[in-house]
């Protein structure tokens, strides 16, 4: 039997963390390593080794090959909690609702997309195991998050990649919005990098979607300060101070204070994080003021006009008013061009390569991404209006894959309408 040491050695040669010590919250009893799970569409599961917990439950390495056991380089995940429990739950309603690929992939064609950043769900089901019920989910793997990238790179992302990022989130945006669904928690720590094709950014963790439009029904706007200032208070929408339900136009404004700190280090009010009335206040400023406000915070080097366009044009939305996809995504692009970047110029994020997990799967076309390893604090809920405003997470803590990617977007820009403005291959 291997010590602690020994299994901590080995998990970090497959380039994963182990399980942070055992926290006081209401955790799940740890599944048998080695068991075999058997999900709705009767497929079968093997359990691996735990890689995380958190408030979403645990997380487990998993293979569809039952008779050896799931080494550390396995390319799917199993999420894992009581049946009885809710963010799971509300991240499986998700995929089962918005995110099923044949519907990713007409999208795909109807935008004309060779990709979309929403993670592959492959399947969920129930086990009992020593008389405890659980509900699971499988996925493929999730890599490294934009968290860990912005602190390794000194909490500074150039401003080109922060627009190429934002493009590839707003077709996300648009997508699960138009699906009836919202984010309703964007931040670095839930973009993650497809591991084998680094330029690409899935937006993940969906436990606090919301369904902001029932059946086409809009949720009404209702401000009810018992409920305010949920979510990470960084990037907290003005709505969400106030208590009013998720909507598409919080979850752009969210968009907007992320790509702003990644630019600029930080954000006008992340000193005052204990009060979040005071941060509430900064944002309004910041909002009234605009484009000042950004120029005035942003690095004399960097030219940040087009972000302070993206928050100018999603503050004018009304509550339950459809965004301009066309328009936000032109206004990136556009400060792309004005800096002169090449569409098919490659950007650095950093150029050291991974010395941590040099496996090469040959038999997979499906993209392999690496699991994060989270943190979560705060009481979970499932989907409803009422108990959806009781949540609230603590930001993710990613395993310390030491994969450095280089991230890169390209277009093509034919005619003067953005109908014309294609990723290419």
Not at 13 to 38: A, S, V, Y
Not at 126 to 148: C, I, N, P, W
Not at 154 to 176: C, F, S
Request: proline share 5%.
């Amino acid at each position: 039997k291997r010590s602690s040491a020994e299994r901590v050695a080995l998990l970090l040669q497959g380039g994963i963390m182990p399980p942070k010590k055992h926290r006081k919250n209401n955790l799940p009893d740890p599944l048998q390593e080695g068991i075999i799970l058997m999900d709705t569409q009767k497929h079968k599961w093997r359990l691996g080794p735990m890689i995380a917990y958190g408030g979403f439950g645990l997380v487990y390495l998993a293979s569809p090959c039952l008779d050896v056991p799931v080494e550390n380089n396995a390319v799917h995940v199993i999420k894992v909690e009581y049946l009885e429990n809710g963010p799971l739950f509300s991240e499986l309603k998700f995929y089962q609702r918005a995110a099923k690929q044949e519907n990713i992939q007409k999208w795909m064609k109807l935008k004309q997309l060779t990709f979309l950043g929403v993670p592959v769900f492959l399947g969920s089901g129930q086990v009992k195991h020593l008389g405890k019920s659980y509900r699971f989910m499988v996925m493929e793997r999730l890599g490294e998050d934009l968290q860990t990238i912005f602190e390794r790179q000194g909490r500074k992302i150039n401003n080109e990649t922060v627009l190429h990022i934002g493009m590839q989130v707003l077709d996300v945006l648009e997508y699960i919005h138009e699906n009836e669904y919202v984010h309703g928690d964007i931040k670095a720590a839930n973009l993650l990098l497809d591991y084998k094709h680094p330029h690409e950014v899935y937006l993940a963790d969906y436990g606090l979607a919301y369904r902001y439009c029932p059946s086409g029904n809009h949720k009404e706007y209702q401000e009810n300060p018992k409920r305010g200032h949920n979510g990470t208070m960084e990037f907290t929408s003005i709505d969400a101070h106030k208590g009013v339900a998720p909507s598409r136009r919080g979850d752009l404004e969210t968009l907007g204070y992320c790509m702003l700190q990644w630019i600029c280090g930080s954000l006008p009010w992340e000193r005052n994080l204990k009060h979040p009335g005071a941060v509430q206040a900064a944002k309004t400023k910041l909002l009234d003021e605009l484009p000042d406000s950004v120029t005035r915070w942003v690095p004399a080097e960097e030219n940040c006009g087009e972000i302070a366009r993206f928050l100018k044009n999603v503050s004018n939305l009304t509550y339950d008013e459809k965004p301009q996809y066309k328009i936000l995504r032109k206004i990136l692009f556009n400060g792309l061009e004005q800096k002169g970047i090449c569409y098919k110029e490659t950007l650095d994020l950093t150029s050291v390569q991974s010395t941590l997990n040099e496996c090469t799967i040959h038999h997979r076309k499906a993209h392999l991404l690496m699991p994060t390893l989270k943190q979560v604090k705060g009481q979970e809920s499932q989907l409803e209006n009422e108990e959806f405003f009781n949540l609230r997470k603590a930001q993710m803590k990613s395993s310390q894959i030491q994969d450095k990617p280089v991230l890169v977007r390209l277009y093509k820009f034919t005619g003067t309408s953005m109908d014309n403005v294609k990723p290419l291959p």
